[in-house]
């Protein structure tokens, strides 16, 4: 155990100072080719319902920080694409692909295609309609990530004290803030009757440039994280984010299950347990496509879809903990919209945390949480500081070998 928390010490720490703004952001700066270009970073996607329950609204957002430390408008020599599997082969079925022009008087013309076919075109910061019955948008929005990233320093800062592991410090009887309060981000979004998409569907986003012999895939996500905290290496990065969905169980389930097995067993379960765990572990995440029953509603927590308002921290917190700790008392600061393109609107610049009225602090002492339980927060819901954790104890592995 007390190698374990060293170790977890370590790699937040080193994470905190490597990139303090972004600390739990789901896919922001995940590898050496989208850091040099915010424009086809892709931070989050989401899917789920519209305010017209038979259809479903399918997107994602670019520029991590927008207007920061990105742009705030879309690459025109870049190609963003929607990919949706309508038959559970994990190869896409449909294609929307968005092609954005130069900027011009301030926003950007661009044009959507499905499967090669034109499906709509508009400008940049306008909803347009499209003959099937849906909508499509483009532009700048509210970053709708939120998190107590000071509460989370706190916590880091006893471990790094030799003080153990304190949960208390992630919502105690300070004012508990959002950083992310004021982020902006670039968002494409569709939304189209469940009948053009089937009952359940895949869903994940792509960005593609030309690197000198024709376009190319150089990000894909679909559930938050999977390249972030699983793979350790910026060659494997770029790798994940060329390769297809198709291939991630065949080529990835090694990497997820063995990361999570060597956590487990650094916790102490035996090599059969902990790879089992892995194993279980890596059948959830893999492929890396966001699942979605059209007719349920979105819940991020039952790996049905993810709705922008889902806070993703604190359903980690209350499942990896296993109810210990269910929230990092801080709320959305987005006020979102009741209609497409749903987003709350862009931030005319990041505001200053400010504690979030109306939470109550958790002030009674939390208890040190099981083995299992805190094998779930490393497994599972600390996908905010594993990449670290992860690499350091391959690292360790290698050694003993």
Same mark, same amino acid.
């Given at each position: 155990m007390r190698k374990l928390v060293k170790l977890l010490a370590i790699a937040t720490a080193t994470l905190a100072l490597a990139a303090p703004a972004l600390v739990g952001a789901a896919d922001h700066l995940d590898a050496p080719t989208v850091k040099t270009n915010g424009a086809i970073d892709i931070n989050d996607v989401y899917v789920f319902?519209?305010?017209?329950?038979?259809?479903?609204?399918? =997107?994602?957002?670019?520029?991590?920080?927008?207007?920061?430390?990105?742009?705030?408008?879309?690459?025109?020599?870049?190609? &963003?694409?929607?990919?949706?599997? =309508?038959?559970?082969?994990?190869?896409?079925?449909?294609?929307?692909?968005?092609?954005?022009?130069?900027?011009?008087?301030?926003?950007?013309?661009?044009?959507?295609?499905?499967?090669?076919?034109?499906?709509?075109?508009?400008?940049?910061?306008?909803?347009? +309609?499209?003959?099937?019955?849906?909508?499509?948008? +483009?532009?700048?929005?509210?970053?709708?990530?939120?998190?107590d990233l000071n509460g989370f320093n706190n916590f880091k800062m006893q471990l790094l004290a030799g003080n153990g592991i304190d949960l208390s410090q992630i919502c105690d009887s300070d004012p508990? #803030?959002?950083?992310?309060?004021?982020?902006?981000? #670039?968002?494409?979004?569709?939304?189209?009757?469940d009948g053009d998409l089937g009952g359940t569907i895949g869903v994940w986003a792509e960005t593609r440039i030309d690197e000198g012999s024709g376009l190319v895939q150089v990000?894909?996500?679909?559930?938050?994280?999977?390249?972030?905290?699983?793979?350790?290496?910026?060659?494997?990065?770029?790798? &994940?984010?060329?390769?297809?969905?198709?291939?991630?169980?065949?080529? &990835? =389930?090694?990497?997820?299950?063995?990361?999570? #097995?060597?956590?487990?067993?650094?916790?102490?379960? #035996?090599?059969?347990?902990?790879?089992a765990y892995g194993a279980t572990v890596a059948g959830l995440l893999l492929p890396d496509v966001i699942g979605y029953d059209t007719s349920a509603a979105a819940n991020y927590a039952m790996l049905n879809g993810r709705a922008l308002a889902d806070d993703v921290i604190d359903i980690s917190y209350g499942v990896v903990t296993d109810g210990d700790l269910t929230s990092d008392c801080v709320a959305s600061d987005s006020a979102f919209r009741a209609a497409f393109p749903y987003y709350a609107v862009a931030n005319a610049a990041a505001a200053t945390p400010a504690p979030t009225p109306g939470i109550v602090p958790n002030t009674a002492t939390q208890p040190v949480p099981t083995s299992t339980s805190l094998a779930l927060l490393l497994g599972l819901g600390a996908m905010l500081v594993l990449t670290g954790v992860a690499s350091l104890a391959l690292a360790q592995r290698r050694t003993r070998r």
């Open positions: 319902p519209g305010a017209d329950a038979a259809n479903t609204v399918l =997107t994602f957002t670019v520029n991590p920080a927008a207007g920061v430390i990105s742009g705030t408008t879309f690459d025109a020599a870049a190609e &963003y694409r929607i990919q949706v599997d =309508t038959d559970g082969d994990e190869a896409e079925d449909l294609t929307y692909l968005f092609d954005f022009a130069a900027v011009a008087g301030g926003t950007q013309a661009y044009t959507v295609t499905l499967n090669g076919a034109p499906f709509a075109a508009g400008t940049t910061g306008s909803n347009v +309609a499209v003959a099937s019955g849906g909508q499509v948008f +483009a532009g700048l929005v509210d970053d709708p990530f939120f998190f508990d #803030s959002n950083f992310f309060a004021g982020f902006n981000g #670039s968002a494409i979004a569709l939304e189209v009757p990000e894909r996500m679909g559930k938050p994280a999977i390249n972030t905290v699983f793979n350790h290496t910026d060659a494997t990065k770029d790798a &994940y984010n060329r390769a297809l969905p198709s291939g991630d169980t065949a080529d &990835y =389930t090694d990497d997820v299950a063995g990361t999570v #097995s060597l956590i487990r067993q650094e916790l102490g379960d #035996s090599v059969a347990t902990a790879d």
